[in-house]
């Protein structure tokens, strides 16, 4: 029987667990290693940080969703991975010998500013970050993308003081007009253009000129790998994240899958591609079982986009599509908490 080892209870492992709940596989034994027992889901966080949602709504049971999947539940991180022994080892020292294994990790987030790792917050993990922006006046968040302004709309709904600052804009131009003018609609103090060249102790952010001091700096400046994968032994890519082909198995490793932010692929990291990794993922996993040759994934350049803005009003895209509004926000409620039921089912 081969034994299959899960990193991490990512999009895809969660798409793939909740599959595996409802039609198992069998031939393999499966084991799930993440840290949490209980995991918030990143698309209702700054829902729970705007007070839409209690936190225990927008998390869901890791532990019993593998117990679901008759998989076994190691609450551990990966701090090492060998790749060419076929050994994982786990936070608690432990190792953990595997015939095939699934990188489904995420991703941690980019800090090379300097200052950043000892001043800053990172977005992730989430659990840090709720407990970190309670009680806090005036909020600067790193970087204007997705998450940062997602985070800085949510904050000031709570009616937080909140300036974002944006080296550039990583949205399509229609979508980016849209953001711009919600966070201005709601007082969000939005710097774009303005790149932070460091922080110091105060917290004091130094962009060009200009410092401020804050009470606290949010970190949300695009994924980064997560550091053991460069020891891994896999083949990555020129920015360290896991190279795979269309079958999401390691180019270099073929018994080593990845999916979601952890691997390198063209489409932009976000958890609805990587639910899609998961799909796929999941036949895949039955092919290994059964012996059967693997499907490869096929790439959707254009992903739906729903960013929440605080209150109970969102802005969707795909492609060159956009709409906003109230009933989007509603559009998005109604998505997040069905994949919640799914993952939290039980049976
Ligand atoms: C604030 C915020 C809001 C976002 N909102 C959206 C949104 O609305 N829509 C969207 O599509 N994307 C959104 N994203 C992006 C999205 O969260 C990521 O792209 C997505 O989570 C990546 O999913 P994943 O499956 O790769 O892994 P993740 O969902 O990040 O999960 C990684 C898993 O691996 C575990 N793990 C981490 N390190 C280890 C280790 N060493 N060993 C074992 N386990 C480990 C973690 O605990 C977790 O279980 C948002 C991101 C942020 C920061």
Known sequence: MKRVLLVGAGHAHAWLLSALAKEPVYGVRL????????????AMLPGVIAGHYKRAEAEF????????????????????F???????????????????????AGSTVANGVPGAREYAVPVKPFEDLIERVKRVGHIAIGGGGAAGT??????????????????????????????????RRIGVDYRPG????????GPLVIAGTARQEFDLVLWATGPAPLSWLASSGLRLDETGFVR???????????YVFASGDCAALPEAKSGVHAVRHGMVLERNLRHVAAGTALEAYEPK?????????????AIAA??????EGRLVWWWKNAIDRRWMRRLNATK
């Open 150 to 183: 997602e985070l800085a709309m949510a904050l000031r709904h709570q009616g937080r003081e909140v300036t974002v600052y944006s080296d550039r804009s990583i949205f399509p131009e229609e979508l980016a007009r849209r953001v711009e003018r919600r966070l």
């Open 31 to 42: 084991t799930v290693v993440s840290p949490n027992a209980r995991q918030i889901y990143s």
């Open 61 to 80: 049971d890791v532990a019993m969703l593998a117990e679901r999947a008759y998989a076994e539940f190691i609450p551990a991180t990966v701090t090492a």
């Open 318 to 323: 795909r492609g060159g599509w956009g709409a």
């Open 244 to 254: 795979v082909d269309r079958a999401l198995r390691s180019v270099s490793h073929a």
């Open 301 to 313: 350049p254009h992903a739906l986009l729903i960013m929440s803005c605080g209150g109970r009003y």
């Open 82 to 104: 060998d790749a060419e022994q076929r050994v994982a080892t786990l936070s608690d020292g432990s190792k953990f010998t595997f015939d095939v294994a699934s990188l489904n």
């Open 194 to 201: 303005m790149r932070i060249d460091s922080i110091e102790r």
